[in-house]
């Protein structure tokens, strides 16, 4: 009886010391929490890339600063900047609209677009006059845009002609060949120099 007496003290003792060293062992520590960068830094970091000609990393830099900061307008600013210099106006254009959610106001956002919207719009006006396909409703439609720019602008042409080249005093030919000769040379040079020319 005192053996098996004592055995249910050793197995309560054994419990009991089990128990108290899971008191004393400490929980595990949680995992480091990652610091968020400040905006600044993350601008800074993409400028420096930008500045020494690391334009793609810029803008994945500005995209990452976007993310982290989504109701910050200027990483989306410096992106439609960047992409607006390298000729990629269509980004450029998304990019600024990114701004304008943001910052409705924004005025070199809407510059940004509307420069961006004009340069698109003289290519394709460019390519459609080369192929001689700027007709029906297209042509009326560009000439009503054409129209509403000169107004916006108070000009009386959209793309004012280039200067005129200084020829040689070359003898022209003479008669309706040469007439006609003339007037084929300077209608290339204004469809080539001007492409908002055909919808005066």
């Known amino acids: 009886m005192t053996t098996v007496f004592s055995i249910a003290r050793l197995a309560g003792a054994t419990l009991c010391v089990a128990a108290l060293s899971a008191c ?9 929490v990652a610091v968020k960068p400040s905006l600044q830094s993350m601008l800074s970091q993409a400028s420096a890339a930008s ?10 830099l500005w995209k990452k600063a976007a993310e982290a ?29 990114e701004v304008l959610v943001r910052d409705p106001n ?13 340069r698109l ?10 192929q001689n396909n700027l007709s029906g409703s297209i042509r009326t439609e560009s000439q009503d845009l054409a129209k509403l720019l000169r107004e916006s602008l108070g000009e009386t042409v959209l793309v004012p002609p280039a200067p ?29 120099a001007n492409p908002f020319g055909a919808l005066k």
């Open 24 to 32: 004393t062992t400490a929980p595990p520590a949680p995992p480091p």
């Open 51 to 60: 500045g020494s000609g690391q334009k793609e990393q810029a803008v994945t």
């Open 69 to 97: 900061y989504p109701a910050d307008k200027s990483p989306w600013l410096s992106i439609a900047q960047t992409r607006y210099e390298a000729g990629q106006y269509g980004d450029a254009i998304v990019n600024a609209q």
């Open 106 to 118: 924004d005025t070199l956002a809407n510059s940004i677009i509307a420069i961006s919207g004009l």
């Open 121 to 130: 719009s003289t290519r394709s006006l460019a390519d459609l006059s080369r």
């Open 164 to 192: 005129a080249p200084v020829q040689q005093a070359a003898t022209p030919p003479r008669g309706k060949a040469g007439k006609k000769a003339q007037a084929k040379a300077k209608q290339e040079d204004d469809s080539s």
